[in-house]
């Protein structure tokens, strides 16, 4: 569930509520909200029933079960629209697919979380757990290095502490030492690797989005398998991803995301 500050009250435990539903990934049911709820079960059906009238939640009263309602398909269709970088990156991606045939991502930070906003499959797609509007861990991916490795450090800080450091294959980084050791070989570089750390054969490279002063406001990276290249092969494309990369940026920052004058 996210992360509540102290004045979250009502609100954020109706979205908390909202977050169980939609990482159940199907209909779900009252009892099975329940035995995962820190709610008391009259406070979770209040919450049920004023987020089923407020249209953010369906109620299916055959399955007796709960979904996600279509106002908040429209709500996530706006934020789409107006927050995420996917409308402005579409042509840069398109063309950098058709270039080099490999899966392309584009990714945002989201509480401390990569937020897969678009995604281009291969011209021989692989099967991958990342898709469009998917989250996934920042620490083991290589969009979510190369954006941890360019933040503020008040917002790394924060983005480390939500981080599970779970380890998913045997090439997982599963420390916060390990982590920031890492963090500072981008920085010197200019770009993050995947070295088949989130999933077995998957491997990429990523670069950040920046702004002209520095801040991130996304990443992309091309991803293939260890059978179809090498991590050696993926470096070569470096330069065309930088190009996009700044591409983008340069697009995002005249209207979507501007510098704030601080003088």
């Not at 099975?32 to 953010?56: D, I």
């Not at 996917?86 to 945002?108: C, M, N, V």
């Not at 290589?142 to 502490?161: I, N, P, R, T």
């Not at 054969?201 to 293939?224: F, Y």
Request: aromatic share 6%; with cysteine.
């Amino acid at each position: 569930m996210t992360e509540q500050g102290p004045g979250d009250g009502t609100v954020g435990k109706a979205l908390d509520v909202l977050d169980m539903v939609a990482m159940s990934g199907r209909p779900v049911r009252f009892t099975e909200l329940l035995a995962s709820s820190p709610y008391p079960k009259a406070t979770l059906y209040r919450f049920l029933q004023t987020l089923t009238n407020q249209g953010m939640l369906a109620y299916d009263a055959d399955r007796q079960a709960y979904s996600l309602g279509v106002r908040l398909v429209r709500l996530a269709h706006a934020a789409w629209s107006q927050s995420s970088l996917a409308p402005i990156a579409r042509p840069w991606i398109d063309a950098l697919s058709a270039e080099i045939g490999e899966t392309i991502h584009l990714a945002q930070m989201d509480q401390g979380q990569v937020l897969y906003v678009d995604k281009r499959n291969a011209a021989r797609p692989v099967e991958m757990f990342s898709q469009a509007g998917k989250v996934g861990p920042a620490y083991c991916t290589g969009v979510g290095k190369a954006m941890l490795a360019f933040m503020e450090q008040d917002a790394l800080e924060q983005a480390l502490q939500r981080q599970s450091f779970h380890r998913f294959t045997a090439h997982t980084l599963a420390s916060r030492d390990a982590l920031l050791d890492e963090l500072q070989a981008i920085r010197l570089r200019g770009h993050a690797y995947d070295r088949e750390e989130h999933e077995p054969g998957i491997i990429c490279v990523a670069l950040p989005i920046l702004t002209r002063s520095g801040r991130v406001i996304g990443a992309l990276s091309v991803t293939s398998t260890v059978n179809r290249t090498s991590l050696e092969g993926l470096d070569r494309l470096v330069p065309r991803i930088r190009e996009t990369a700044v591409a983008i940026a340069a697009e995002a920052e005249s209207w979507r995301f501007p510098e704030q004058d601080k003088t």
